[in-house]
């Protein structure tokens, strides 16, 4: 979909390139670019395609991915088996947002991926951050480590959470028939709720092949 986060894996291993390109694309609100497997064509990729993140493992044939990471100007999170200390640093150092050890499973990767849509979703709010807001989104990068928002709820916000019962999943427009509010609008307080952490967002694919993002409360 048109909105969908556009994410670019670089990876020498085709296999493992292609299965995490499966991850990506089962997670609601992402969409996974043909995978690359070497530094240049990941630097020609980036320019022609312009990716929202790019998913960047350490070790490539022709150049460190950690010396390609201080060349990028976009969003990147490294996936790597390399476990030292000091590539983590250097990772985090270059401007990594995240950094995920392989082997990891599918639903590690869409932990990953879903924390940085709240991280996004922070970011893309119109006005300036205060401080509250800068700690709240760096907090989003951290999957599991979402602080829910102390604001008070909305009556409309608190009726649209309270709709959503534990072990179930939604689509927007059963929440709002469930509501009693436009789809629009339970659109709207779903996308707000999932940046405090209070609801999840999974991707379901129906009987046309058509994804549809899915709403329900996180698994505690």
Do not use: C, N, W
């Not at 907090?139 to 909305?154: F, N």
């Not at 609801?199 to 996180?218: A, C, F, N, W």
Request: aromatic residues 6%.
């Amino acid at each position: 979909m048109a909105d969908d986060f556009r994410v670019l894996i670089v990876d020498d291993d085709f296999h493992v390139a292609k299965l995490h390109a499966a991850y990506v694309d089962s997670v609601a609100g992402f969409l996974a670019l043909a995978p690359v497997g070497t530094a240049s064509l990941a630097l020609q990729a980036i320019h022609s395609l312009r990716p929202d993140l790019v998913l960047l493992d350490v070790y490539l044939p022709d150049a460190s991915g950690l010396d390609l990471l201080q060349q990028l100007d976009v969003d990147t999170i490294i996936l790597s088996a390399a476990s030292d200390t000091a590539s983590v640093r250097v990772a985090f150092r270059r401007g990594a947002l995240g950094y995920l050890l392989k082997p990891f499973t599918a639903e590690s990767l869409s932990q990953q991926l879903r924390s940085y849509a709240r991280y996004r979703r922070l970011l893309g709010q119109p006005g300036a951050l205060d401080q509250d807001g800068v700690e709240r989104a760096k907090r989003a990068l951290i999957p599991g480590d979402v602080t829910p928002s102390s604001k008070p709820r909305s009556a409309t916000e608190a009726a649209v959470l309270e709709s959503l019962a534990p072990g179930e999943q939604y689509s927007a427009a059963e929440v709002a028939a469930r509501v009693g509010v436009s789809r629009a609008t339970a659109q709207r307080y779903l996308s707000s709720l999932a940046d405090d952490g209070a609801v999840d967002i999974q991707l379901r694919y129906g009987t046309t092949g058509r994804p549809e993002h899915r709403y329900g409360l996180p698994a505690r």
